[in-house]
């Protein structure tokens, strides 16, 4: 079983459409989380790191549940621009190594 | 991102030959990273330095070695033991009194292709 683990999709939706990619966990010491998203050959980009409490910005939601060792992102009103691969990323029990998921590949469609 | 050089962008090796990667930040982060991705694949952490003379193995080392001589600088060294080092290389920082905890910045990559 992988580390960090994701649907890889592809996500198809059409603009204005809500979606939720979920990413799960194995190790249960892990304390930092984050969501990168990357764009066709470029590097990934910080999107939000995600809390115990769930936080939101923007269009972007982020939950955490650590007794199903599971993180989600939610993403309401899609746009065009959305169009993207979602990178879940897990801190290794809080040392400096990072676990990043293969990703979730979302297209939204006019 | 801004404060994190990759270079070169685009990078040729022959069969046998060591090429390095070269990795600059002007962000004053203590920990620095390096990592392989393959299409349509994750992020691989390669190895990592959480302080200046210090580095560790990540998950694939084998065939790449590192030094961290100055804080702005973690260079990647892709050795002739590398068999398959075709992929798309990427270096990241992050800093603050809780490195590890960290959210992680990443430079624009480097891509590295077999002759």
């Known amino acids: 079983r992988k580390e960090v683990e994701q649907d890889p999709g592809p996500f198809n939706v059409p603009e204005g459409a809500t979606v939720a990619f979920n990413c799960t966990y194995s190790n249960s010491a892990s304390q930092s989380f984050f969501w990168y998203r990357q764009d066709c050959r470029k590097e990934p980009k910080l999107l939000m790191s995600?809390?115990?409490s769930g936080n939101e910005d923007g269009r972007f939601t982020a939950q955490l549940n650590r007794a199903s060792q599971y993180i989600s992102l939610l993403i309401r009103d899609s746009k065009l621009s959305d169009s993207a691969t979602y990178l879940c990323v897990v801190n290794r029990g809080g040392g400096f190594k990072t676990i990043f998921g293969a990703g979730t590949r979302l297209f939204v469609k006019a | 991102d801004g404060g994190i050089t990759q270079s070169p962008k685009y990078l040729f090796r022959k069969e046998g030959q060591n090429v390095t990667l070269s990795c600059e930040q002007n962000?004053?982060?203590?920990?620095m990273y390096w990592y392989r991705q393959d299409p349509g694949q994750g992020l691989r952490l390669i190895y990592y330095s959480q302080i200046v003379n210090d580095f560790q193995k990540g998950d694939i080392a084998e065939g790449y070695s590192v030094s961290r001589e100055k804080k702005e600088s973690f260079p990647l060294t892709v050795t002739s033991a590398q068999k398959n080092p075709t992929a798309f290389y990427l270096c990241a920082t992050a800093g603050g009194n809780r490195a590890g905890n960290q959210p992680q910045h990443f430079g624009d990559g480097t891509r590295l292709s077999i002759l």
């Open positions: 962000l004053n982060h203590d920990a």
């Open positions: 995600v809390y115990s």
